[in-house]
């Protein structure tokens, strides 16, 4: 079992950065993958970036070249950083784990951040 603890959303203005975090702890030794979703409101949940064990990363095209996933293996930490942020970005950010990387259902989530970029 893995527990994930999400911080670092806020109100920012079009433009303008954040840095969310996610801080893993039980056992993290059977994570494979970690990822950042989010879902706006009316919206699907979508993955916004993803990144492995090994380092391999991957993002989707909305936010390809303005986020950038990271992780800080002695701190059991995931970060995202978002910068020139758009009020489509708007959302509650959720961070996940994976475990089987053959598998596509994550397995742990956390509990939330709201991002709300005004314009």
């Known amino acids: 079992q893995v527990q994930l603890v999400e911080s670092g959303g806020g109100l920012v203005q079009a433009g303008g950065s954040l840095r969310l975090s996610c801080a893993a702890s039980?056992?993290?030794?059977?994570?494979?993958?970690m990822a950042w979703y989010r879902q706006a409101p009316g919206n699907k949940r979508e993955q916004v970036a993803a990144?492995?064990?090994?380092?391999?990363?991957n993002y989707a095209d909305s936010v390809k070249g303005r986020f950038t996933i990271s992780r800080d293996n002695a701190k059991n930490t995931v970060y995202l950083q978002m910068n020139s942020l758009k009020p489509e970005d708007t959302a509650v950010y959720y961070c996940?784990?994976?475990?089987?990387?053959?598998?596509?259902?994550?397995?742990?989530w956390g509990q939330g951040t709201l991002v709300t970029v005004s314009s």
């Open positions: 039980g056992s993290i030794f059977s994570i494979s993958v």
């Open positions: 996940a784990a994976l475990f089987d990387p053959y598998d596509s259902d994550y397995d742990s």
């Open positions: 990144i492995t064990s090994g380092g391999s990363t």
